[in-house]
């Protein structure tokens, strides 16, 4: 009898924090329904993925002499801060991160170290790398993702992240590469 008393009282005390969390979450936009897995990963990863990107391409634009290089910055902190809020706004049952990973954080970390040709080499060779990475993970959502609100907002956003690749790709050419918006690099 007094396990069943101590469990009902339980029962009592957990129910005003559940629906606490659930009040919480609707106030946040989060519906208090649990996403899967693989939605929950893709939902992160784009959220730290844009943060990241905005933080290196406004290090970027305060660091490089190269019109290229503060025109593709400039591009991407536009871009993904659009995403960011995009993404941001669906109600998709995710809570997204509000900071960055360690690895992305050591990223940021190992680009504000760095200037000149060096912070040129290592933002040009990351954009690249992680443009690469960005495409593949949201080309997989689109095919196989799981909610639909945010498989068609992977579809709508993947032509600018392979706008991004491709300007990221332009940096590493040799100095006649066009740059974003413009004819040729000068």
Excluded: C
């Excluded at 649990?34 to 290196?56: G, R």
């Excluded at 040129?120 to 060779?125: L, R």
């Excluded at 954009?127 to 196989?144: L, M, P």
């Amino acid at each position: 009898m007094k396990t069943l008393v101590l469990t009902a009282a339980l029962l009592a005390l957990a129910a005003p924090l559940h629906a606490q969390n659930a009040t919480d979450q609707m106030k946040n936009g989060q519906p208090p329904t649990k996403a899967s897995a693989a939605t929950q990963k893709f939902a992160k990863t784009a959220a730290i993925t844009d943060m990241f990107e905005i933080q290196a391409g406004q290090l970027a634009q305060e660091k490089v002499q190269d019109q290229a290089y503060k025109d593709f910055a400039q591009m991407i902190v536009r871009d993904h801060t659009k995403t960011r809020n995009e993404l941001k706004s669906m109600n998709i049952g995710v809570p997204l991160p509000q900071d960055l990973d360690s690895i992305h954080k050591t990223k940021l970390d190992k680009l504000n170290s760095l200037s000149g040709a060096a912070f040129e080499d290592q933002f040009k060779t990351g954009q690249v790398e992680g443009h690469k990475q960005a495409v593949a993970e949201f080309e997989q959502y689109a095919k196989r993702g799981d909610n639909p609100q945010l498989k068609q907002w992977a579809q709508t956003t993947l032509p600018t992240l392979k706008t991004h690749l491709q300007h990221a790709e332009a940096l590493l050419q040799p100095a006649s590469a066009p740059t974003v918006g413009s004819g040729k690099r000068p």
